[in-house]
Structure formats: C-alpha cells, structure tokens
C-alpha cells in the first residue's frame, strides 16, 4: 500500500491529516509537545467490527497485549474483545485493572518465573505452559495457594508456517511444547491437581497470506483434535494462534481477510463445532488489532543538504519506532509509509531523506522519497504505528525525553 492510501483512510480536513476528529497540527497543540503516538479510536473500532462482522460468530477474539499495551487502549479494547493475552506479570496487571474476568485472560511466554505463575494462579487466568518445568511450578503454585490451576498446552507444531514476518512454531523452538511430547506432558498433567482446558498453537506473525494463513489453521485444527483425545476431559479451549499481518511497505498487500474468515467458517462447521461443542476456537491478534489506527509523529527540526541529497532532521527516531528504522527483525530495511501531516493536498516533488535525532545512521525513517516540500516545524507521520512502537523501542538510547500517547 501507498503512504497517500493510508492518508486515505485515516481522511484529510484543512489540507491535513485527520487523526482524533481534527486536523493534526491542532492535535499536536493540544498534546503541546512532539514526537507523540496517536491512537485513532473510529480505526480501532472499525477494525474490530470488520474481525466480527467477517469471522464466525463462534469465534473469540483475543488482544495480544504485547503488541501495544498502553492501558487506555488495553482498556478500551477489553470492552470490545473477548478475551486478552499478557506475556508478563505487569501486563496481566494491566489486564486485570480493566475488569475483565479473570478466565478470560491467558499468560503465554516463555521463561514465566516461579513468581509469575504465582500471581497467575492467584488471580485464577488461564496459564499456558510452554515447558515441563512451567507445569511444576503451576502445581507448586496451586498446592500452596490451595487453589487448582487452569491452564493450556502451548504446542510447538510438527509443521511450520512460511511467509511469517516472525516465525514462532516449527522445529525446535523455544515456545510451546513439541506435539510429540503433548501426550507424555498430558498424562502427568493429570496426576497433578491441575485443570487442563486445552491447547494453544502461535506458528508465527505478520503474515499477509491468507492461504498460508488459512493451511496453518486447518493444520492446527487436525493436530489439536489428535492431542485432544489424550485429554482427560472435554476441550474447552483451543487457541488458533493468529499472525494476521498489516500492510508495512509499498509492495505489501493488505491480508484478504474474507478469505481466511471463508476457510474459518468451514472449519467451525465441519469440525470444531461437532467435535468439541464445549471449545470456542480463540484467534488470538495484535498487530492487527492495533497497528493500523496508529501514528508517530514527529516535528522537523531540520532541513540541510549533503553533497546535493536533501535530509529532513525530526526530533523523533528509532529510539521510540524501532521498527520503522528496520532494526526490529527486517532482513531488508524498507521505508514505512510517511507523510507531511500538515501538507496532505499538497503535490509530493521533494526529493528528501528523513533521519532521527539519534548519533547513528541506523536512525533512518525515509530513504530518498518523495514528500511535499517540508519545512522547520512540519509534522512528519509515519503511519502503521500502533503495534510494537514504544515498547518495543529503545527509549533509553541518548536519553532523548519519551513521547507522549494518546487515544483520540
Ligand atoms: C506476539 C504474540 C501474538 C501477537 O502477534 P501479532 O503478530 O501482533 O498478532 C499472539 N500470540 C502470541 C503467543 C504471541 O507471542
């Protein structure tokens, strides 16, 4: 996709960018300082209504809270979704705080601390072993709380998902249970005082292949159903995984969501739904969640020439959008869609370059594309920014003051 068509959806009013209902530069006046993450809500929610109104409604959507955990979007997103994935004690803080139930909240991740578990079965969420040393401590942790834990098998698959941004399931890994030790794991499980509800399967990330997609989610369906008969008592949770993936670059296409909802509705009706009538199938997303409604903006502070190449200096960088420099997991580094927010109806006849404020020439945000002519002061947006911007980024690195975010 094209930078003008993701000005597109976010719409243009005064020849600028809309983000939050109003022109960007009166929402940069507003927050009263750059660079800031902005959070459209209307792009949040429809985002939300296109995954309910496509998917099954036997389907449950879970936010993978990684991705952006901000609370006022893990908040608002908690009254939409069913249900929220945390990877970390602080997270399922977060989750917790926005009053969701308890069950309805599962903590994936490798390497969970005794302490972690501790909490996790204190609270009552579902735990999602990734190893036999985490189903001990588990049931250390019941034994002690006098409490008996709920937890999933996170499988490592004996298939591999390809076109994967990330991926996180085949081979040896170091998430998930291997299948092939899922019965062994089971039968020991059931000795234990533990409630096993069922399985989780993450084969891997932003992935813009709706037939590979849909393949890894049949995939996973056959191999839950096998694992599922050396359970002790029905199936009552099986977790698809997701790895829904979002348009970053000009080349990528947007996910042809339709199709992955069509093999999913065949799937519910031919399997799921007959064959485990007490397990709602989870798709569990992030990035796809939350990733389109957002932007990080950033001032121009200054505009100087090389040796006859033109760089636009912003007062933002890699140290808040690591990912937008191609330092997060890009094999090749490619330009994020960006725009001059306050100059949207003007005519792109600028050869420019846009680099952060950091020491390193790793800070590169724009290499040799076309905008507007920018000036000192313009608003520089580079959008697809509402999963793995801040938290993901070395916020540390030069010590520059954080940004502000903000749901509008
Ligand atoms: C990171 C992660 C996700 C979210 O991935 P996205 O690509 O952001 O959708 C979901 N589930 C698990 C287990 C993860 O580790």
């Known amino acids: 996709m094209r930078p003008h068509e993701h000005v597109a959806r976010f719409g243009t ?34 985002r939300v209504a296109q995954l309910r109104a496509a998917l099954p409604s036997k ?12 609370p006022a979007i893990v908040q608002h997103l908690a009254g939409k979704v069913d249900r929220i994935d945390v990877a970390s004690a602080m997270e399922m803080h977060t989750a917790l705080d926005t009053g969701i139930r308890p069950d309805r909240v599962s903590f994936a991740g490798p390497g969970k601390i005794a302490a972690e578990i501790r909490q996790a079965v204190a609270a009552g969420i579902i735990v999602e072993i990734e190893s036999t040393t985490e189903l001990a401590r588990v049931e250390a942790a019941g034994r002690s709380l006098g409490l008996t834990p709920t937890i999933a098998i996170r499988v490592n698959p004996d298939f591999a998902v390809k076109g994967s941004g990330m991926r996180m399931g085949g081979g040896p890994q170091q998430f998930g249970i291997d299948a092939e030790q899922v019965p062994q794991v089971l039968q020991a499980a059931s000795k234990m005082g533990v409630d096993v509800l069922g399985f989780h399967v993450f084969a891997g990330s932003q992935n813009l292949n709706a037939e590979i997609i849909a393949e890894a989610q049949r995939r996973t369906v056959d191999l839950t159903s096998e694992l599922a008969e050396h359970l002790p008592g029905e199936l009552r949770y099986l977790n698809l995984g997701g790895g829904f993936g979002i348009p970053y670059t000009e080349k990528d296409q947007p996910l042809d969501l339709d199709a992955v909802a069509e093999n999913l ?22 990035r796809y969640l939350v990733g389109e409604c957002g932007v990080y903006v950033t001032q ?22 690591l990912a937008a ?34 020491c390193t020439p790793l800070d590169l945000l724009g290499d040799d594309i076309t905008l507007p002519p920018a000036v000192i002061d313009d608003l520089i947006v580079i959008f697809q920014q509402g999963a793995y911007g801040l938290t993901a980024s070395p916020t540390a690195f030069l010590g520059h003051p954080a940004p502000a975010e903000v749901l509008v």
């Open 300 to 321: 121009v502070v200054d505009r100087k020439t090389s040796r006859g190449k033109t760089f636009l200096v912003v007062d933002g960088g890699m140290h808040h959008q």
């Open 265 to 286: 509705h065949a799937l519910v009706d031919d399997v799921i739904a007959p064959r485990f009538p007490h397990a709602s199938p989870v798709i569990e997303l992030g």
């Open 325 to 358: 420099s191609g330092n997060f997991g890009q094999a090749i580094r490619r330009n994020y869609p960006l725009a001059v927010g306050n100059r949207v109806a003007e005519t792109a006849d600028d050869g420019v370059s846009v680099v952060g404020c950091l």
């Open 59 to 70: 389907v449950e959507l879970s936010f993978a809270m990684k991705a952006n955990p901000m």
């Open 13 to 46: 009013i005064d020849g600028e960018l809309r983000v939050g209902g109003m022109p960007l530069s009166r929402l940069a006046a507003r927050i009263g300082s750059t660079p800031f993450f902005a959070y459209d809500r209307v792009l949040l929610d429809a």
